[in-house]
C-alpha cells in the first residue's frame, strides 16, 4: 500500500493518511505476530494482543471506508453536477 501511494503523483498524502494507512495496519499486524509467539507461553495474555490487532484494524478499515464515501460524496458527485 506505501508503494502505491508513493507512485501517484495527483495527491500528495498526509500524516493522517501515512498514519491510517500504513502505520496503523502494520503495528496491528506486527501486534497480531507478537502475540502469535507470545502464546505458546502466555495464551491467555496473547489473546488480549489479538483482541487489540483487531480492534485497530476494524477502526482504521472503518476510518479508510469513511474517507472514502466523504470522497465520493464531496468530489466526485461535484463534478459530476457542473
Known sequence: MAR???AQ??????FEDW????LLPF???TT???SAY???AHAHEAMFG???AALVLLFS???NAWDAVTYHVFVKRGRRSE
Open 4 to 6: 502505491r501511494r508513493q
Open 9 to 14: 503523483i495527483v495527491y500528495k498524502p498526509e
Open 19 to 22: 498514519l491510517f494507512h500504513v
Open 27 to 29: 503495528a496491528a499486524y
Open 32 to 34: 497480531l505476530a507478537g
Open 38 to 40: 507470545a502464546a505458546l
Open 50 to 52: 489479538v483482541a487489540v
Open 61 to 63: 478499515g472503518i476510518h
